[in-house]
């Protein structure tokens, strides 16, 4: 797995993996997973990450996520 690229808005973040599953006997299958997460700040002032979102923060992750959604469009009809 490795990572390929990561898109942010504010202190909300998506990480594109990729990954490829081999099987015996077939060609190898390319494939991507998602990892959500948020940057904050804890008490003592240190940067710290979580995987929970706020309600306030839905509008980021729809956003990323549109986003992630329409450049997978454009490559697919690029290779076409």
Do not use: C, H, P
């Not at 002032?45 to 549109?66: K, P, V, Y």
């Amino acid at each position: 797995m490795t990572m390929n690229k990561t898109f942010s808005k504010g202190l909300v973040s998506v990480t594109q993996w990729n990954n490829v599953k081999k099987v015996e006997g077939k060609e190898d299958q390319e494939y991507q997973t998602f990892t959500i997460q948020k940057s904050y700040k804890d008490s003592a002032g240190a940067w710290q990450n979580t995987n929970s979102l706020n309600e306030s923060d839905l509008d980021r992750l729809i956003d990323i996520l549109t986003q992630i959604k329409l450049q997978k469009v454009t490559e697919r009809g690029s290779t076409q």
